[in-house]
T-cell receptor, first 114, second 109 residues
């Protein structure tokens, strides 16, 4: 089955530690996205990538970093510089980045920083 | 980014139609209207999208006002599985999706 996988589903870390969230897709999509969701809120865009080895900052990129070395993988690192990292993190992909393209979302990773 | 306004919450009875409104008075001529929904603790899923004409698919219908300043997502027969947060999003090619807080739909048995 084609889709997007995120791992782990739940993640706990101590304050001050960097942590990397995994996102893999086998849909052969060019574009991939990372969003953050806080309780009762909508999604906010952290980073997006339109093609391998290229990525752009979204609305709330500070304290996060990404890489796109392979088409199917777009890992997100939450660094110690992110002041309030506890949140639900969602990865998505689309065939290309544009108006006609549906975004497909993964199941999410819930990160809790203790 | 163009903004949308949706009611915070709505209720419906099971097997009745549901009309979820969205206002987007600052929409531009090239903005597409997208609807997604999100079940608890899951990622959002695509529902439908349109530009000017009304659209139908297996999940829902999208009615777009003639001036495009508002739209309505129509679920023809609500089921318990339709209880979710529904997001109305404007998408201009090359710009970012902006997910607002959405409308929380409750379906009563």
């Amino acid at each position: 089955d084609g889709g997007i996988t995120q791992s782990p589903k739940y993640l706990f870390r101590k304050e001050g530690q960097n942590v990397t969230l995994s996102c893999e897709q086998n849909l052969n999509h060019d574009a991939m996205y990372w969003y953050r969701q806080d309780p009762g809120q909508g999604l906010r865009l952290i980073y997006y990538s339109q093609i391998v080895n290229d990525f752009q900052k979204g609305d709330i990129a500070e304290g996060y970093s990404v890489s796109r070395e392979k088409k199917e993988s777009f890992p997100l690192t939450v660094t110690s510089a992110q002041k309030n990292p506890t949140a639900f993190y969602l990865c998505a992909s689309s065939p290309h980045r544009g108006s006609y393209n549906e975004q497909f979302f993964g199941p999410g990773t819930r990160l809790t920083v203790l | 980014d163009a903004k949308t306004t949706q009611p915070n919450s709505m209720e419906s009875n099971e097997e009745e139609p549901v009309h979820l409104p969205c206002n987007h008075s600052t929409i531009s001529g090239t903005d597409y209207i997208h609807w997604y929904r999100q079940l608890p603790s899951q990622g959002p899923e695509y529902v439908i999208h349109g530009l000017t004409s009304n659209v139908n698919n297996r999940m829902a219908s999208l009615a777009i006002a003639e001036d495009r300043k508002s739209s309505t997502l129509i679920l023809h027969r609500a089921t318990l599985r339709d209880a979710a947060v529904y997001y109305c999003i404007l998408d201009n090619y090359g710009q970012n999706f902006v997910f607002g807080p959405g409308t929380r739909l409750s379906v009563l048995p």
